[in-house]
């Protein structure tokens, strides 16, 4: 009796079926980055008043069901979509030329966005009950601070998140794949919203700027040209080169 040394054919078919079934999970996750940039976009585009020197008007636009609801669908909800695109994406680089620098990129970023939930929840549903509280009457309420700690991880979330995009615009510029432009747009999405928008907010004028919005809709550019690049209709090229082992 003779032992064949062969793989079963249903294991091979498994193989396929699982391979394609992860090449759908990473077009999936590339898809959500453009819907990551235009939910923040939405999320960020009424500007909030400065808290300081319009306790008032800032109480009344935090106390808003808009509020609560850009918060929790665009802030939140953004975040989620933004983790599962950029793991998409860790995965879509890898194997390429920057495939380390990729997955670096991809767990410093998605740390940075786990991060900064911790602030936005509390601040999407305990804002708005600062903001009735004043209202109502409760002046005092305005002086509650929040501790050092929820301080340090949000900007600690912010450097992680600013580093981490920036990496990853330098790993799809170095792609091969991806055109160039797409890498910097990133780039300069990362420096628009965090630096020019988050940061430069905080330490001027205390309430949001319009650079935000601006940076959420370049990402939501650069995102959307990553996931319509990993949809088409592969060339002779790039089927030459997703053939080697380990692409997606």
């Known amino acids: 009796m003779k032992l064949s040394l062969l793989p079963a054919p249903v294991h091979r078919g498994r193989t396929g079926m699982n391979s394609q079934s992860a090449t759908n999970w990473i077009r999936a996750g590339l898809l ?26 800032w109480a009344r636009f ?3 069901d808009s509020y609560l609801v850009s918060h929790l669908i665009g802030s939140t909800g953004g975040s989620i979509l933004a983790v599962f695109g950029i793991f998409a994406l860790g995965v879509y680089l890898h194997g390429r030329r920057p ?25 999407t549903f305990t804002t708005p009950a600062i903001g009735r509280a004043y209202l109502d009457g409760s002046d005092g309420v305005m002086q509650v601070e929040f501790p050092p700690a929820m301080t340090a991880s949000f900007m600690l979330g912010l450097l992680l998140a600013f580093v981490g995009n920036v990496l990853l615009g330098v790993a799809m510029w170095r792609s091969g794949i991806l ?11 990362a420096l628009i919203f965090y630096i020019l928008g988050v940061v430069l907010a905080l330490a001027t004028m205390g309430s ?5 919005p601006i940076g959420a809709l370049l ?30």
């Open 179 to 189: 055109p160039r432009w797409t890498g910097a747009l990133w780039i300069a999405a």
């Open 219 to 248: 990402t939501a550019i650069a995102g959307g040209w990553v996931a319509w690049t990993a949809l088409r209709p592969a060339s002779s090229e790039t089927q030459r080169v997703q053939a080697q082992p380990g692409l997606p």
């Open 62 to 64: 935090v106390s808003s």
């Open 32 to 57: 959500a980055l453009p819907v990551y940039g235009l939910l923040t976009v939405w999320a960020t585009l009424e500007p909030q008043p400065d808290q300081a020197t319009d306790p008032a008007a």
């Open 99 to 123: 495939g380390r620098l990729a997955l670096a990129a991809m767990v410093i970023t998605v740390a940075g966005h786990l991060l900064l939930m911790v602030p936005a929840v509390i601040s």
């Open 208 to 212: 949001s700027l319009p650079t935000q």
